[in-house]
């Protein structure tokens, strides 16, 4: 992220001072990522705005926040602005990469036996797998946080493999392998192109996505 | 303020602004008809044929193990289930006004195979499950629910909230509207003449969208071609990803949209005259009209085309069209 884009979340909550704000204004004139960026962020303000503000459960905040950890500041959501007037204001900023991430996170944890089993998860020591290592910093925080849930999807899925028939549990190696690929190929193109946003968001869906595989398949044998 | 900003990224596409209406009725005593059942060994009997009345608005909840499930409509108030079953398996059959439950259960350890053929009033609602099970309705006019692990759904109708599901199978849907969710993992979707909106998603495989009109579509593969042929309407969203694959979607002529086309190793290809309005690395943009819907084509190492109505075929290659599958299939 550049020194433009770690400002955007700022600009929307109107908190620059006059000198930056005209300074981004003049550098979104002629940038269009950024103002793209700037766009993206406004939807997720403006679709946030029409929910309701529930907390989540103790325990499911507290394993997300942890693997999460702190980072880059770039989205910040101002909720004294949407909120009612008796609520508090809060403010929490998140990289674009961490908010994924936390989608994702919650994304997979949602299968309840899963989540039970990461409640007592230690969190491990991190051992950058060998595609990962030259990714971008926010990117390797992002595998912080998501890698021990992925492992422990994987780790459910091979529980799980007595109840698939062997062809089963092919074919959903093979898709595995194809999204794993789809994730290195991501990864080294985001290494040779750090800000480009749609890598940031394409590295992010696919590794939705391989979440939400291994979540389907852990839960095949207990439906069927 | 991050909950709301979780909820946001997970949330599902909204619902059809009008979708069919579900018919709710208050529970009467339940009567049960069974068909065959008990547990005496007696009462195994092979190739169930039976014809069961139901109340409008029952649906019909089916969960086969293996075998195919083939559904069809009349216009009786009655179910007729037909089951190709051996004095092995068993057949259970429940009614109540709320709920027709079939199931099967085998006399000696897990279950075998059987096929059903079923014949249902078009307006009942279909729940229908099943592991190593081919699926295919065709005529009903209310919701559907189709899961299988290992088999093909193909279905042809549908009304209200349609939900089809596989993990190794292709996944057919026409003539459908209402709410439309399809997902499968190593295989092909293909929808057609469908009206509502549309989620599509497989990891291995092409997805293929003709004569559609809906509001919202979404289309997501990781290994297969994407194409698109169908309304762009005002204030519609409407996005196609791909990983290793083409995207190509027509827009037709009269459309107002904002369109954002990006790819890592292909090309952008239009089929007809556009100005950019940006073009930055491996994003292009461009709008058409007031640009009051938004169009995204992704693909990472496929190209992206943009057509007018019925050229997208023309110009789609299909260099990946089930590739790997025909790999499963060796």
Redesign the interface.
């Known amino acids: 992220m550049d020194r433009w884009t770690e400002k955007l979340s700022e600009y929307l909550d109107e908190t620059l001072t006059q000198g930056e704000r005209e300074a981004l204004d003049a550098h979104l004139a002629t940038c269009r990522e950024c103002s793209e960026t700037l766009d993206e962020l406004r939807r997720v303000v403006d679709r946030a705005r029409g929910l309701d503000d529930r907390p989540p459960s103790k325990d499911l905040w507290s394993g997300i926040a942890t693997r999460i950890g702190s980072g880059t500041a770039v989205v910040s959501v101002d909720r004294a602005r949407t909120a009612s007037p008796a609520r508090s204001a809060r403010r929490l900023s998140f990289s674009i990469p961490q908010a994924l991430a936390a989608g994702i996170l919650l994304m997979a944890v949602s299968s309840g036996a899963v989540w039970m089993s990461l409640r007592d998860h230690q969190t491990p020591v991190l051992q950058p797998s060998p595609d990962s290592i030259d990714i971008p910093a926010v990117w390797q925080k992002v595998d912080a946080s998501v890698d021990p849930v992925v492992d422990s999807l994987r780790k459910a899925v091979k529980e799980n493999g007595p109840n698939l028939d062997t062809s089963t549990v092919r074919i959903v190696e093979k898709n595995l392998a194809i999204i794993d690929s789809a994730i290195a190929e991501a990864r080294r193109a985001l290494n040779a192109d750090p800000n480009n946003n749609y890598l940031n968001h394409h590295l992010a869906d696919v590794v939705r996505r391989r979440a939400d595989l291994l979540r389907r398949v852990s839960t095949l044998g207990v439906r069927t | 303020?991050?909950?709301?900003?979780?909820?946001?990224?997970?949330?599902t596409p909204a619902p059809s602004p009008n979708p069919a209406p579900r018919v709710r009725h208050v529970r009467p005593p339940k009567v049960v008809v069974r068909v065959d059942g008990g547990d005496d060994d007696t009462q195994y009997k092979a190739n169930v044929d039976t014809t069961v009345a139901v109340t409008r608005g029952a649906r019909l909840d089916l969960n086969n193990?293996g075998g195919d499930i083939t559904v069809k409509v009349w216009d009786k108030s009655a179910v007729r289930i037909s089951a190709d079953n051996s004095d092995r398996e068993r057949v259970d059959i429940d009614v109540d006004q709320q709920v027709v439950t079939v199931r099967t259960s085998s006399r000696y350890g897990a279950p075998h195979m059987v096929s059903f053929d079923l014949t249902v009033p078009a307006w009942m609602a279909l729940d229908l499950?099943g592991?190593y099970t081919d699926i295919t309705a065709t005529g009903i006019a209310s919701d559907i629910t189709a899961?299988t692990?290992?088999g093909d759904v193909d279905v042809t109708g549908g009304s209200g909230h349609i939900s089809l599901n596989s993990?190794?199978g292709s996944v057919k849907l026409a003539k459908a509207q209402g709410r439309i969710d399809i997902?499968t993992?190593?295989d092909g979707i293909t929808v057609s003449d469908t009206k509502g909106d549309l989620s599509a998603e497989t990891?291995?495989g092409d997805v293929e969208l003709t004569g559609i009109d809906a509001d919202n579509v979404s289309a997501?593969t990781?290994?297969g071609d994407i194409t698109y042929d169908g309304t762009i309407k005002d204030a519609g969203h409407y996005s196609f990803?791909t990983?290793?694959g083409d995207v190509s979607v027509s827009v037709p002529q009269t459309a107002n949209v904002a369109v954002?086309a990006?790819t890592?190793n292909g090309d952008f290809d239009p089929c007809f005259p556009i100005t950019m309005?940006?073009s930055?690395?491996?994003?292009f943009?461009f709008t058409l009209g007031t640009g009051s819907a938004k169009l995204e084509m992704?693909s990472?190492?496929g190209d992206l085309k943009i057509c007018r109505p019925g050229e997208v075929g023309k110009h789609h290659n299909g260099r990946n069209s089930n590739k790997?599958k025909d790999e499963?299939n060796e």
Do not use: C, W, Y
Request: charged letters at 15%.
């Open positions: 303020m991050l909950p709301i900003l979780l909820a946001v990224m997970l949330q193990f499950e592991t899961t692990v290992q993990t190794s997902v993992v190593n990891t291995n997501t990781i290994n990803s990983n290793n954002t990006s890592f309005t940006g930055h690395k491996h994003r943009t992704e990472f190492g790997e499963d």
